[in-house]
């Protein structure tokens, strides 16, 4: 019988005999916001879940999933309707909350694993305050940055660097073979308002020149898109995917094969 795996879904008792027996909490984190005219404000949150639940569900008896954070930090993106921010401070606290919550359950291995790129120096602190405060292992990653994405997109991507970036090449193929049904291509544009060959700007899988600055994205993008979407395809979108939940399996496994150090007070 295959363990159950979706927190949310288990008993309390299912809940302790999980963290008992070792398996790691995945805490899927990403952000309500705009992502063109063509792809609906939840993409970062279906995506990162999504990306998450597969691998979860490929190690079903060393994992459990936990409900997704559905909000994180987008103020830079309010000038678009859409989108829903919440403070740096107000994200912190809830997520090394949720993170403090689980350890109190008995998980002594979370990985948090993000889904929106603005989210991702909080999830950062949000991982070492767990190790902090709790003496817990907590560890956090960009979905797309997990082992093996970087190297399928690459193979796959048509479009030049930049192109995968927002509501771009990478993150519409993946909502194609999601839900089509919600994805309107002909309202699909490319959108470089920066310039991309100087390489000032990140690319999803080109990764990030030496500056690291956010801009509010009107100021970047007039449709909310920066990147090229018109080069997507759902095919793209499942091998994506598959190689996301794939990278997130192997941090599973890792974490669970890290032991906790023991700290030496020099005092």
């Known amino acids: 019988?295959?363990?159950?795996?979706?927190?949310?879904?288990?008993?309390?008792?299912?809940?302790?005999?999980?963290?008992?027996?070792?398996?790691?909490?995945?805490v899927p984190v990403a952000t309500i916001e705009d992502h063109g005219l063509h792809l609906p404000v939840d993409t970062d949150v279906l995506l990162c879940t999504t990306a998450c639940e597969r691998a979860v569900a490929q190690a079903p008896d060393r994992a459990v999933l936990?409900?997704?954070?559905?909000?994180?930090?987008?103020?830079?993106?309010?000038?678009?309707?859409?989108?829903?921010?919440?403070?740096?401070?107000?994200?912190i606290k809830y997520g090394v909350d949720v993170c403090k919550s689980l350890v109190a359950h008995g998980f002594r291995r979370v990985l948090i694993v993000n889904g929106h790129g603005s989210?991702?120096?909080?999830?950062?602190?949000?991982?070492?305050?767990t190790?902090?405060?709790t003496g817990a292992l907590a560890a956090a990653v960009n979905y797309w940055a997990a082992p093996g994405v970087r190297?399928?997109?690459?193979?796959?991507?048509?479009?030049?660097?930049?192109?995968?970036?927002?509501?771009?090449?990478?993150?519409?193929?993946?909502?194609?073979?999601?839900?089509?049904?919600?994805?309107?291509?002909s309202k699909a544009e490319r959108?470089?308002?920066?310039?991309?060959?100087?390489?000032?700007?990140m690319d999803l899988v080109g990764g990030e020149g030496p500056l690291?600055?956010?801009?509010?994205?009107?100021?970047?993008?007039?449709?909310?898109?920066?990147?090229?979407?018109?080069?997507?395809?759902?095919?793209?979108?499942?091998?994506?995917?598959?190689?996301?939940?794939?990278?997130?399996?192997e941090l599973i496994d890792e974490m669970r094969s890290r032991r906790p150090a023991h700290r030496v007070d020099h005092h």
């Open 212 to 249: 690291v600055m956010m801009e509010y994205w009107s100021a970047l993008s007039r449709s909310g898109v920066m990147g090229d979407p018109t080069k997507a395809t759902a095919e793209k979108g499942e091998r994506l995917l598959a190689a996301a939940a794939h990278g997130i399996v």
């Open 151 to 185: 190297q399928v997109a690459e193979a796959l991507r048509d479009s030049e660097t930049g192109g995968m970036n927002h509501a771009c090449e990478f993150e519409t193929s993946i909502y194609l073979a999601l839900r089509p049904d919600l994805v309107d291509m």
């Open 1 to 26: 019988m295959t363990a159950l795996y979706k927190y949310g879904e288990m008993t309390w008792q299912q809940i302790k005999d999980a963290a008992a027996a070792g398996r790691v909490a995945v």
């Open 66 to 91: 936990v409900p997704p954070i559905n909000h994180g930090y987008s103020p830079h993106h309010m000038d678009f309707p859409g989108p829903i921010t919440i403070g740096a401070d107000t994200f």
């Open 119 to 129: 989210n991702t120096p909080f999830v950062d602190i949000i991982a070492r305050l």
């Open 131 to 133: 190790v902090v405060e």
């Open 191 to 201: 959108d470089f308002t920066y310039n991309p060959s100087k390489n000032y700007w």
